[in-house]
Antibody, heavy 122, light 106 residues
Framework: EVQLVESGGELVLPGGSLRLSCAASGFTFNTNAINWVRQAPGKGLEWVSAISGFGSSTYYADSVKGRFTVSRDNSRNTVFLQMDSLRVEDTAVYYC???????????????WGRGTLVTVSS | DFQMTQSPSSLSASVGDRVTITCRASQGISNFVAWYQQKPGESPKLLIYGASSLQSGVPSRFSGSGSGTDFSLTISSLQPEDVATYYCQRYNGAPLTFGQGTRLDI
């Protein structure tokens, strides 16, 4: 059974940094890209970032480009999202999700974690 | 900027009703559309991919159609457990884009 478990979300001051983790199990980790999607309180889904199976390709939404960095450690079956220069508008539940193909990094998502809440506030 | 315009934003229907939600892409995207269901307090769940393919384990009352710019999700006979918010998503390139969501109540 595929499992994705996000962690690392907490309350942080504007301008601060945070690193989120997504621990995966139940599938061959390095064959699947992982994406991050966020959802602000009471709002819709927003795609944030993607990383290919071996980490050679990364993608970012314009809203986070230059501030967020995605990486992965395939020996630990974990993907990270380093979030710097955080803004109030980054407040959201952050989900990691697997893409439903081993061929693509940007695709639809067949498994999602439960999410971790990031709150940016003074 | 690419947009997926979803309508309606909210919808109230009765058990047994046929319900349709639509999504319009700002450019043609062939059939690179997925639909998700998100129940309150839960993560999104994949329902439809490739505009019309039903994800394994999803009840057959859910169906999808469309190609190019206009897409739809239909629930043929609404059940109480279908209360949720539904999102379309295009996936033919960056940035991946979701519709604004449709909140479905009974």
């Amino acid at each position: 059974e595929v499992q994705l478990v996000e962690s690392g979300g907490e309350l942080v001051l504007p301008g601060g940094s945070l690193r989120l983790s997504c621990a995966a199990s139940g599938f061959t980790f390095n064959t699947n890209a992982i994406n991050w999607v966020r959802q602000a309180p009471g709002k819709g889904l927003e795609w944030v970032s993607a990383i290919s199976g071996f980490g050679s390709s990364t993608y970012y939404a314009d809203s986070v480009k230059g501030r967020f960095t995605v990486s992965r450690d395939n020996s630990r079956n974990t993907v990270f999202l380093q979030m710097d220069s955080l803004r109030v508008e980054d407040t959201a539940v952050y989900y990691c999700a697997t893409v439903a193909s081993t061929r693509y990094t940007l695709y639809y998502f067949d498994h999602w974690g439960r999410g971790t809440l990031v709150t940016v506030s003074s | 900027d690419f947009q997926m315009t979803q309508s309606p934003s909210s919808l109230s229907a009765s058990v047994g009703d046929r319900v349709t939600i639509t999504c319009r892409a700002s450019q043609g995207i062939s059939n690179f559309v997925a639909w998700y269901q998100q129940k309150p307090g839960e993560s999104p769940k994949l329902l439809i991919y490739g505009a019309s393919s039903l994800q394994s384990g999803v009840p057959s009352r859910f169906s999808g159609s469309g190609s190019g710019t206009d897409f739809s999700l239909t629930i043929s006979s609404l059940q109480p457990e279908d209360v949720a918010t539904y999102y379309c998503q295009r996936y033919n390139g960056a940035p991946l884009t979701f519709g604004q969501g449709t909140r479905l109540d009974i």
